[in-house]
């Protein structure tokens, strides 16, 4: 490659990395920051609110339908159960997921005792911290596409990491005054470039898992190429609509019988005439953050729709989980989950610095774009 069209080439990379970080990184700060805080959502939950999780014991002491039996009556019959979150790697409260009967409106959180099945709070999607969830992972914008447009995010996210880290790289080999405060180096140029590269890899790594969990359906078809992946679990049906459904509790002793000693975390209620149980469970030996494993069972035949665990699962199917992990900051240690955090909020410092370091330019429309990129590598 010439050096003129290496300079060109610099020059327009120079122009999209600015252009992504001025218009969508707008988006793409709010974003950052809103998955910074939902890292540690949990624990600033368990802070704000208290009584959610002051549990007299963490052992399941009540058939599984008897909680969602108690948290529809603390909503006085307003919400039908949709899904029930139990107690997994640590302890914790039941919590019931309720949709208004209309169908329309938040999901509505119900926390009870394990141990007990009393109610210990009740609470909309509407808080703030369930907002901030919304609003991350679809800018409330759900029935509008919002999933895909955040993904359109994530994807201007990556290609600013990427070719942020292409601009900074020198041409010969890599000193160590490369990837510090340089002297001589204004503040906001010395953070740009600094943090820039340390993070880069963090936020890139973050924007491509986003990707997954934007277009779940694309991504894994994408991944079926690659490695063995099981069967989108949407739109799972009954064979029929007619006769009597089987009851939450005998759905789950048919999943446990077919995984075998696996624990109980997470159960999903039919939904529509034709919907299928959904029972998550975690194997005996699986210290995953995540756990994978799923059972449908059709309520009415009783025989088992679909199910995804040690024996089934492929490839592609830990690598699309890995995903998720990464993602959220599950995976790994305490380490990766803190950089995660650190990684929601690159976004700000660097679209301040580079907004400050494009105005400073600005002032000085003499310069050419090819030296000004020039110098990132200085």
Known sequence: MTTGTALHLRAFWFQVHLWLGLTLGVVGVLIGLSGSIL?????????????????????????????????????????????????????GPVIVLARAKADTGPFLRVYLDPATGAVLDTASGRDWLGWLHSFHESLTLREWKGREIVGVIGIAMLTSSLSGIYLWWPAGRIRVRAVGFRRGFALHRNLHYTFGIWGALVLATISFTGLFLAYQDAGRTVVANFASVSPSPRGLQSASSGGDAIALDEA????????????????GLPVGPRGVYRVSLREAGDTSARSTTVVFIDPRSRSIVQAVDRATRGGGDTFLSWQRMLHEGSAFSVVWRFLVFLGGLLPALMMITGLMMWLRRHRRPSRAASAVVATASD
């Open 39 to 91: 890292v540690y959502d949990h624990e600033i939950d368990a802070q704000l609110n208290p009584q959610r999780y002051a549990i007299s014991g963490s052992q399941i002491a009540l058939p599984y339908a008897e909680y969602a039996q108690r948290a529809e009556a603390a909503l006085e019959g307003r919400a039908r159960t949709t899904a029930i979150r139990l107690p997994d790697l640590e302890p």
């Open 252 to 267: 789950v002793a048919i999943a446990q019988q077919r995984v075998g000693n696996a624990g109980v975390i997470g159960l």
